[in-house]
C-alpha cells in the first residue's frame, strides 16, 4: 500500500478526512518551497500537492496561473520540482506528496525516466490534468511499476459511465472538481457535489477529495461531512501572493491550522 493509501486507512480509523493544501513550487521563489510544505504539515496537512510550474495551463484560474509565472522567472522546472521533493524527504519520511501538472513536462522527459526521478525524489502520486484515460495507460502501468499513484481528476460534467473507465487505472485517490470552472471559482454547490460523491465512490472503490472553490473553514467543514478529503489551493496561493516575505509561512501556517480545526469539528 503507498504511503497515500496508509494516510487514508490511518484517517478513517481515526474519523478524520485528509486535508491536501496545494501550492506551487518554485513560489514565491524556490528557497520557500520547502519551508512552507513543513509548515503545511505542521498545521495539520495529511497529503501535499505540489503544482509544476506550466507556461500554458487549462484548469488553474488567475491565482495558480499568477504563481507559475512567479516560478518560471526563477526557471523552476519539473526535475526543479523533484529535487525540492528530495529535500523535503531528508527530514519528512511520511506525508505524502502529490505532484499536479501538465503532460507535456513529463511527455518531454519520458514516461521511465521521470517515473524513476520521480520514486528516487519521494514522490507518492502523479495528477495530470490533461492526460484523459484513453491515453495514458502506459505512463499509469510505469508509475504503478515505481510505486506511485496516478490520480485523476472528474467533474461536474463526467457521465457517471466514465467513473468505471476511470476507475481501471486511478490509485490514491479520485479528485473531484466540484464547480464547472478553473481553481480559485466560486458558486460550489454543495448539494450536487454531495450527490455525486457516492457514486464516485461506488465505481472507484477510492477515497474521493473535492477540490475547486473551497476557500475557508466553513466550506471545509461542510464538504469534509461527505467527502474524504478537502483538497485547498487557489486561497492558500493568495495568501502567498498577499503577504510580506517575512511574515508569509506563518500567514499559511494560521490559515491552514483555521482549516484544518474547522474539519474537524464535525
Known amino acids: ?72 522567472k526563477h526557471g523552476v522546472g519539473l526535475r526543479d520540482v523533484l529535487a525540492l521533493v528530495a529535500e523535503f524527504r531528508k527530514t519528512n519520511p511520511d506525508t505524502p506528496v502529490v505532484l499536479m501538472g501538465y503532460a ?40 504503478q511499476q515505481h510505486g506511485i499513484d496516478m490520480i485523476f481528476l472528474l467533474s461536474p460534467t463526467t457521465p ?24 480559485g471559482s466560486a458558486n460550489l454547490d454543495l ?11 461506488a465505481a472507484a472503490n477510492l477515497p474521493v477529495g473535492v477540490g475547486f472553490g473551497i476557500r475557508d473553514g466553513e466550506t471545509a467543514r461542510a464538504v469534509a461531512r461527505f467527502s474524504d478529503a478537502v483538497v485547498i489551493g487557489s486561497r492558500i496561493v493568495e495568501e502567498i501572493e498577499n503577504s510580506q516575505t517575512e511574515a508569509m509561512t506563518q500567514n499559511v501556517f494560521t490559515l491552514v491550522k483555521g482549516i484544518r480545526a474547522a474539519m474537524d469539528s464535525n
Open 104 to 143: 507535456n513536462p513529463i511527455e518531454c522527459m519520458g514516461y521511465e525516466a521521470f517515473a524513476q526521478a520521480a520514486e528516487t525524489a519521494g514522490v507518492d502520486g502523479v495528477l495530470t490534468v490533461d492526460y484523459p484515460p484513453e491515453e495514458c495507460a502506459g505512463l499509469a502501468a510505469t508509475l
Open 191 to 201: 448539494h450536487e457535489v454531495s450527490r455525486k460523491i457516492p457514486l464516485i465512490q
Open 1 to 72: 500500500m503507498s504511503r497515500i493509501g496508509k494516510t487514508f486507512t490511518q484517517l478513517k480509523q481515526q474519523g478524520k478526512k485528509a486535508l491536501i493544501p496545494f501550492i506551487t513550487a518554485g513560489d514565491p521563489a524556490p528557497s520557500h518551497t520547502v519551508p512552507l510544505m513543513h509548515k503545511l504539515v505542521e498545521a495539520g496537512a495529511d497529503i501535499l500537492e505540489l503544482g509544476v510550474p506550466f507556461s500554458d495551463p487549462m484548469a488553474d484560474g488567475p491565482t495558480i496561473q499568477r504563481a507559475s509565472e512567479r516560478a518560471l
Open 160 to 183: 457517471d459511465s466514465r467513473f468505471r473507465q476511470v476507475a481501471k487505472l486511478a490509485q490514491g485517490f479520485i479528485y473531484y472538481v466540484s464547480l464547472k470552472g478553473v481553481t
